[in-house]
């Protein structure tokens, strides 16, 4: 392989590895696929193969540098643990020949640092190496214990780069898994292993001073026992800390804390990381002495969270996030509580004090889970002699009581307009939920909300939690399915940073996906529950719900583009909102009705054919005085529009002082136009003509509607009137003469409509009943478009001589 064709190969090794844990027969492909390419042994004597894979390797590692190294860790461990029982284990072989032959490379990409043309491209050469040396070290550190004192020197590189500061980072992390496996090191290796570590603690920020410190307790706590030498370090920066306290106490304005504000900064963080990995409390730390050093410590960094600095609490929390994870029983304190609850709750709280805190969370969580694996595998090793289990149930059982304490807020988290706290608050639920530390129903309806998230990588998160719930629980995704609706309606509107823009129930790409499809297509297997999903969210639609209009929007846009695949789907909620309107309708009527009649008792006695305009009611109307219905609709087929206009003005004429009843009237109806809508968008997307609508009926066999859809294309849900109302915000706006003309005409198309809801039987010359005419003609008004476009049958089911052929809503007959 030539020089020239590496970038290629890198680039292909990336794309293939990242499969590594997709389903079983890619995994299977690409373990084999790099078992031949990197985990083969290489003939000794053959040192150009060698290299070749060794800079393929590196290359790879390093063009992963930002999206992580999870898949090295799981190809390595996938290939180790598959020849575990083998007597020949290559993939064993030759890891050791890799590791052997990056030593060799990271000492020649050293000599030839010297010469400034390449120093960049070696310098690089040179962290991928030692970061690949790391990867090894996680999974087999026994690899490169006798490579150890070769590593230590590189501790004291001088930095200047960042690459510098990501070989002394790598070292440490290799020095920290490997030195507690050397069988008698000697001292003087151990004692400038302390001495480098202490000075690049001292000396450099926070991301050394993390791995150093972590380093430092695997060789004191495992190793040397130099409980003195670390001891000395810890007072020094304790004692800093005691000291800018009380300065602050006895002067809040004094400049010397701000002159002082690194060292503060630095011995926050320092005290913290220190206690993370030295329990000071033991006695051979602070020897005879009462004094509770967990309790003290605590106390000197809660004082320091209440500074009116936001780098002094963020540091100050920082440090106390180490410490919990030493002691956790200390997030049982009140004032602990107290700060993280506020600190999540409170909506003007500053997003990185937020951050911190779910940080720390997430942290604990991830050394718990450490631990937890550790303790289970020394348990397996000395199964007979001890039970280690139960030591791991006792640490499970403190991390699911501290998250009970926090998860509601956790949870709350959720609903923030920064995308960075939601990522944070998902990875704490993620981890917790992994953990079995809490009843995952609670999740439930959170989880669908962050289902419906901007960014892809949060929604699959999200969807994947869901996903491994409903495999454990079967049925607690439908339980929580209507409140994990309404939760994502809130997470959008939290979201939405254009409040005066009405929120949207599907994804403004060329998909248009429902925000909620991966829900409904998790419930949509299972009849029963699917029904009853979409029943619920219609009910929403009734005027006794009182749902506000925007969240009836949210709906709609769902139910409109949710991934039907059957004919059933559609129709049945085609069915239903049949049902809602005839009730909904009737109900909106009486009510404006009611404001008008109490209104003109007072006022005046009107005319008889005002009374016919306004007072009349559908269903008393048809049953008492059939000849009224044939005399209206005459009228809406002539097509007049003084007769249209002398209807408004009369109704005009009724209409109270106060335009409360109007604007009840404009917002309750926006439901009904919305399920019109819905219903005509649904009609359209699938071809489905007013007889298939009119004949199916939900008691039928499954069989009968399992047909699949056969979608059109090009049809979209654009509910103009609801989206004019939320942008005019016209519930809260003055109403002009000219609003209220336009409301009184949705009203008389209403009653006209309900009037006309069960269509006739078909004129004997065959045309289409007037009927029919008029009800098409007050719902292409409602709609606010021209006649409702109505696709021709798709299906022989759907051909009829006598159908309708108009649009709108279709009668309920069995209703």
Request: proline fraction near 4%; hydrophobic fraction near 35%; charge should be negative.
């Amino acid at each position: 392989i030539e020089q020239p064709t590496f970038p290629k190969i890198t680039e292909m090794c990336v794309k293939m590895i990242r499969r590594v844990n997709d389903e079983e027969g890619i995994k299977k492909l690409v373990n084999e696929t790099f078992q031949k390419l990197w985990f083969t042994p290489t003939p000794h004597n053959d040192k150009e193969a060698m290299t070749r894979k060794i800079l393929n390797i590196t290359d790879v590692v390093a063009a992963c540098r930002d999206t992580g190294y999870d898949w090295f860790e799981q190809l390595l461990q996938n290939l180790l643990k598959s020849e575990e029982d083998a007597s020949y284990k290559p993939v064993k072989k030759a890891c050791t020949q890799l590791v052997d032959n990056l030593v060799e490379h990271i000492l020649k990409y050293e000599e030839s640092l010297s010469d400034a043309d390449n120093k960049g491209v070696n310098s690089g050469r040179l962290v991928a190496c030692i970061t690949t040396l790391f990867l090894f070290s996680k999974i087999r550190p026994q690899l490169m214990v006798k490579h150890a004192m070769t590593m230590q020197p590189y501790l004291t590189t001088k930095c200047s780069t960042q690459n510098d500061f990501m070989v002394i980072c790598n070292v440490a992390k290799i020095l920290e898994l490997v030195v507690p496996l050397m069988e008698h090191p000697s001292e003087t290796f151990l004692a400038t292993i302390e001495e480098d570590l202490m000075k690049l603690i001292i000396k450099y920020g926070m991301t050394v001073v993390q791995h150093c410190v972590s380093c430092l307790g695997a060789v004191v706590n495992k190793v040397t026992q130099n409980y003195k030498f670390v001891w000395a370090c810890f007072n020094r920066y304790y004692g800093a800390l005691s000291k800018l306290k009380s300065q602050h106490q006895e002067d809040p304005n004094s400049t010397i804390l701000t002159a002082n504000k690194p060292a503060l900064l630095r011995s926050l963080f320092t005290v913290g990381a220190l206690c993370r990995h030295f329990d000071f409390d033991q006695e051979d730390f602070k020897g005879n002495s009462k004094v509770n050093i967990k309790d003290k410590v605590l106390e000197l960094l809660m004082y320091f969270t209440k500074h009116s600095d936001e780098e002094v609490q963020t540091k100050a929390i920082i440090g106390l996030g180490f410490a919990f994870i030493q002691h956790p029983s200390l997030m049982f304190e009140q004032e602990v509580k107290t700060l993280y609850n506020s600190i999540l709750s409170d909506k003007n709280c500053s997003v990185n004090l937020k951050i911190q805190v779910l940080k720390n969370l997430q942290t604990y969580l991830q050394e718990e889970d450490t631990r937890m694996q550790q303790a289970d595998r020394d348990w397996k090793k000395v199964a007979k002699q001890e039970d280690l289990k139960e030591m791991g149930d006792i640490s499970s059982g403190m991390s699911s009581s501290i998250m009970q304490l926090y998860l509601k807020q956790v949870l709350e988290a959720f609903f923030h307009t920064q995308s960075s706290v939601r990522h944070f608050a998902l990875n704490v639920i993620a981890l917790t939920l992994n953990q079995g530390l809490i009843h995952p129903v609670q999740c439930v309806p959170y989880l669908i909300a962050m289902g419906t998230d901007p960014e892809p990588s949060m929604r699959n998160k999200a969807d994947q939690q869901l996903v491994e719930i409903d495999k454990k629980y079967a049925g607690f995704i439908h339980m929580k399915a209507v409140a994990g609706m309404k939760m994502s309606y809130q997470v959008q509107q939290a979201i939405n940073t254009c409040p005066k823009d009405p929120v949207r129930g599907f994804r403004h790409d060329e998909s248009s996906s429902a925000l909620c499809s991966h829900l409904y297509s998790m419930i949509r297997g299972n009849r029963q529950h699917r029904r009853a999903f979409l029943i619920s969210l219609l009910n929403l639609f009734d005027d006794t719900a009182k749902t506000e209009v925007n969240m009836l929007l949210y709906i709609a846009d769902n139910l409109a583009c949710f991934p039907y695949q059957t004919q059933e789907e559609p129709l049945f909620i085609m069915h239903h909102i049949d049902i809602t309107l005839s009730v909904s309708g009737s109900n909106l009527l009486q009510s404006f009705k009611e404001s008008m009649v109490k209104d003109k008792k007072k006022e005046r006695k009107p005319s008889s054919d005002e009374e016919t305009e306004s007072e009349s009611n559908s269903g008393s109307e048809s049953e008492e005085e059939p000849s009224k219905p044939r005399r209206l609709r005459k009228r809406v087929d002539s097509d007049s529009d003084s007769d249209e206009e002398n209807d408004i003005n009369a109704v005009m004429k009724c209409l109270p002082e106060n335009s409360a009843p109007l604007i009840e009237f404009a917002n309750v109806s926006q439901g009904i136009l919305l399920l019109l809508m819905l219903k005509q968008h649904l009609k359209n997307l699938c071809g489905f003509s007013d007889s298939k609508i009119q004949k199916y009926s939900p008691s039928e066999s499954a069989k009968v509607y399992d047909k699949a859809i056969n979608r059109k294309t090009g049809v979209h849900f654009h509910p103009k009137q609801t989206l004019d109302f939320l942008r005019s915000d016209m519930a809260n706006s003055k109403i002009t003469e000219e609003v209220k003309r336009s409301i009184v005409k949705q009203y008389l198309d209403f009653k006209l409509l309900m009037e006309h809801l069960d269509p006739d039987e078909e004129e004997e010359d065959g045309e289409v009943s007037a009927s029919t005419n008029a009800r098409n003609k007050a719902i292409t008004s409602l709609l606010g478009g021209g006649s409702p476009k109505n696709n021709a049958a798709e299906t022989e089911d759907d051909e009829s001589d006598g159908e309708d052929r108009g649009g709108g809503t279709s009668g309920v007959r069995r209703r």
